[in-house]
């Protein structure tokens, strides 16, 4: 689609991940031909429920253009997060940029909670247990893969 605004001044490489259980960073770069004074607000909503609201708390670069943005308290639903990064200048009109995100998909997992492994010289050999890792979605713990990597000594 066409968007009002000047050709090349929307955001690029925007992209979110989500850490530590409920903390996101989304992170942008300035169009490439952006004026100078171009600067961008972020937008978003969780779910078709929520309001959209802006940012509270903007990455900068060193000139104070904002290039990302730091939530907290984040929490992953069933529907699509819509992000939306608009800007301003003097120079021109800027386009908007905007996406919808399955917030699980950016998500990146701590590790599995108390692995205890313990090992006998008998035929059962080593018995290696664990609990899932921390997450504010999964629901059914079965929709966890592990991957184990044994290394002899």
């Known amino acids: 689609p066409v968007f009002a605004g000047m050709n ?13 259980v409920s903390l996101m960073n989304c992170t942008w770069q300035a169009g490439m031909d952006a004026p100078g004074d171009a600067q961008y607000g972020l937008y978003w909503r969780n779910s078709r429920d929520d309001e959209v609201v802006e940012c509270g708390l903007y990455i900068k670069d060193e000139g104070g253009r904002h290039t990302g943005c ?12 819509y992000f ?8 021109a009109p800027i386009q908007f940029y905007d ?20 090992c006998t010289r008998g035929p059962a050999g080593c018995m290696i247990t664990w609990q899932p890792p921390l997450t504010s979605h999964m ?15």
């Open 70 to 81: 730091v939530f907290q308290d984040v929490t992953i639903g069933t529907d699509k997060a």
């Open 8 to 20: 090349g001044s929307a955001i690029e490489n925007f992209s979110c991940v989500i850490y530590n």
């Open 84 to 91: 939306l990064v608009n800007g301003s200048s003097e120079a």
């Open 139 to 153: 629901e059914n713990p079965e929709c966890f893969q592990y991957e184990l990597s044994l290394k002899n000594k």
């Open 99 to 118: 996406e919808d995100i399955q917030l699980y998909k950016v998500e990146i997992l701590t590790p599995p909670l108390n692995v205890t492994a313990s």
